[in-house]
């Protein structure tokens, strides 16, 4: 049976508010249900990243919870989704999620993902790393979650930020078989010729 069209995107507080954004408004064109949950300090970096309101985040997502709520749905394996994406995934949430303390609904809804075997993709962003960054890294992919740090791609060329956000956002739409058209895909031809 084909898990339903709803995807949870989790928002922590790092760098690259952006990716949350243009994930929320490439799953709505692609009529797939989003739940959105906002950590507190994904709030404070949003403040210094965007003039964009917490409000107008809301309004992107089908449904949005509390980080604190950890009765809500996404925290049960019961209730069916795709999977789940933290973008941008801070290192205390990357913390949290490899150790499965459940503390927060970003961390017990990640949970709940990995136990069901469900899809997992965090986009872990934070530079320079020390030990127990790569350790919290290699244990969640032990786990069967997807680190994918939102390294921008040059080869396609992008003149903007916002180009590499939005190739970043449809290479994480991809681990979920969720076709995005994108520019600057890799073509099976020779480079130059």
């Given at each position: 049976m084909a898990a339903p069209k709803r995807?949870?995107?989790?928002?922590?507080?790092?760098?690259?508010?952006?990716?949350?954004?243009c994930l929320l408004k490439m799953l709505r064109?692609?009529?797939?249900?989003t739940h959105l949950v906002v950590s507190r300090a994904a709030i404070t970096a949003m403040a210094h990243e965007t003039d964009m309101t917490f409000?107008?985040?809301?309004?992107?997502?089908d449904?949005?919870?509390d980080n604190r709520d950890i009765a809500a749905p996404i925290a049960s394996g019961s209730f069916?989704?795709?999977?789940?994406?933290?973008?941008?995934?801070?290192?205390?949430?990357?913390?949290?999620?490899?150790?499965?303390?459940?503390?927060?609904?970003?961390?017990?809804?990640?949970?709940?993902?990995?136990?069901?075997?469900?899809?997992l993709v965090v986009l872990f962003r934070e530079t320079p790393l020390h030990l127990g960054h790569c350790h919290n890294m290699l244990r969640l992919t032990e786990m069967g979650?997807?680190?994918?740090?939102?390294?921008?791609?040059?080869?396609?060329?992008?003149?903007?930020?916002?180009?590499?956000?939005?190739?970043?956002?449809?290479?994480?739409?991809?681990?979920?078989?969720?076709?995005v058209e994108i520019e600057g895909r890799w073509k099976d031809q020779q480079v130059g010729k």
């Open positions: 995807v949870i995107v989790g928002v922590t507080g790092a760098s690259g508010f952006d990716y949350a954004v064109e692609h009529e797939i249900e409000g107008q985040m809301k309004a992107l997502a449904h949005c919870h069916r989704t795709m999977g789940m994406i933290v973008a941008p995934c801070s290192a205390k949430s990357l913390a949290e999620i490899a150790m499965g303390t459940g503390g927060t609904l970003v961390a017990r809804a990640a949970d709940v993902v990995l136990k069901e075997r469900r899809r979650g997807i680190v994918m740090p939102p390294v921008p791609a040059f080869y396609p060329r992008p003149k903007s930020i916002d180009e590499m956000v939005t190739y970043t956002a449809a290479r994480t739409l991809d681990l979920f078989d969720i076709e």
